[in-house]
């Protein structure tokens, strides 16, 4: 069976709005603007905003589904079978399969961050629904969980610190949320070229306080932002900062059902704007002109009962890196457990009966690790009922890693260890693939693979290099597309 339409099919998007009420055939034998290959986050961003823009899109994906690598599978049986395991799924459904909705690479969105301004920009925020995380953790050796404090208050009453390093911080965050690139008189010691390192050492900050500002509240994943430009790290603090000040109790939101929904809104958004989708289109090859330019991506016609294969006109594609095998290098591996819980995670706080958190996060900063065996940051996170994504009484924890020894239980064990006793464990291996070239000679513009991080902040850093290689200008989010408010967040966690 395949699918070509203009509007999303009903039942994976809500109601349409009055100004689209039929889906508009269109064939192949048009030539488009931009084809684009997969509907995973990136590719469906750029879909949106892309049609929004009034470029003419043709989206197609060999799935009959959206998401990609990043989907999300419901029931609790699609997890089972996707992981190729038993499934145990009536054990712990608890009402029903249905009510878990598992993605496969959960992340987290700052709550002041680049996708958030692209959900308002785009108008997509009127198809979501989100709800903040209750808290944000920092693991430090010797097994304890601290919250992250992000204000000088905060600082002063943690005791993730000692008193003079309390001190240090408060100072060092003054500055830094005073600070501003283009106004000398706020630098102080911050002058923008000065590396980090030394940034750390002018405000007398120890190697534990500066793995939670460079970890926990910078979000780096190494330590390789050290001998870099300060300026580049006191942006991502400032936006830690600005994020948590949206809706208090952490940075982070997530959406209702998980963020399987976030694909569909911006394809939605596409097709609002003539944008074509077509599901369960096997891509048979390209054709390129004398020069080496793409000019056509050949798949069958959905028109054509023998499904005869044409080659559909383009001036651009983009596409995640499984199209296009022979343009991309692989650049690393990341391990993820997803984990199936009827607890929340030790040692948070929040407002889950017996005073755990319905959502939260954990980063390990790797100096953190007992052994000094890794180089990366262990991510942990765990969604509930709170988001509609686990049956009652259930959690979805997710630890995710840069593979280090070839070994993902390995990697993983420190994060699996603080989710506390585990009901079922999932566990993948994902190559990293990064494209050779930036596009511009073929004219064919690759994703990078979804990385370890809990967060979107590096996959919009990659949407917007995108952007900016196929459109030759940089991402303006600064013009909303109309007054519907931000990302819909209701305020933390409540668990019903």
Known sequence: TSYCYTIPPLDLCTSLPSEVSTAVKLTMDEEY??????????????????????????????????????????????????????????????????????????????????????????????????????????????????????????????????????????????????????????????????????????????????????????????????????????????????????YGSSPYLYPLYGLGELPQGFARLSAIYGGTYMLSRPIEGFEYDDAGHITAVRAP?????????????????????????????????????????DHPLPKTKGTAPGGGAYSAQIIVPANQIEGGTKKCDIYVTAVSQAHNVSAKGYWLAMVSTTMETGDAKKDLQLGLDLCGPILETFVSVSDLYAPNTDGTADGVFISTSYDATSHFETTFDDINSLYKRVTGKDLDLTQTADEEGAAGADGAGEGQ
């Open 33 to 246: 603007d931009v084809i684009i290959l997969g509907t995973g986050l990136k590719e469906c961003v750029l879909s949106g905003i892309l049609s929004k823009e009034g470029k003419k899109v043709l989206h197609m994906d060999r799935n009959d589904y959206y998401g990609g690598a990043s989907a999300s599978l419901t029931p609790l049986s699609k997890v089972y079978e996707h992981f190729k395991m038993e499934d145990k799924s009536t054990k712990v459904q608890n009402g029903g399969g249905r009510d878990y909705n598992i993605d496969l690479i959960p992340k987290f969105l700052m709550a002041n961050g680049s996708l958030v301004k692209a959900l308002v920009y785009s108008g997509v925020t009127r198809y979501l629904e989100f709800k903040s995380v209750e808290g944000s953790y920092v693991y430090k050796s010797g097994g304890k969980v601290w919250k992250v404090p992000s204000t000088a208050s905060e600082a002063m009453t943690s005791s993730l610190m000692g008193l003079f390093q309390k001190n240090y911080f408060r100072k060092f965050l003054k500055d830094v949320y005073n600070w501003r690139a283009d106004d000398p008189t706020t630098h102080k010691k911050l002058t923008p070229s000065k590396p980090m390192s030394v940034v750390f050492s002018d405000y007398g900050l120890d190697s534990n306080s500066t793995d939670f500002i460079g970890h926990a509240l910078a979000l780096h994943r190494d330590e390789g932002y050290k001998a870099k430009p300060c300026s580049e790290t006191i942006p991502k603090i400032q936006l830690y900062g600005d994020s948590i000040a949206r």
């Open 301 to 341: 016609d959905p028109d054509d009962e023998a499904q005869t294969v044409k080659a559909v006109k383009c001036k651009q594609v983009i596409g995640d890196p499984s199209y296009f095998t022979d343009k991309v290098k692989k650049v690393g591996q990341v391990a993820r457990a997803i984990c199936l819980l």
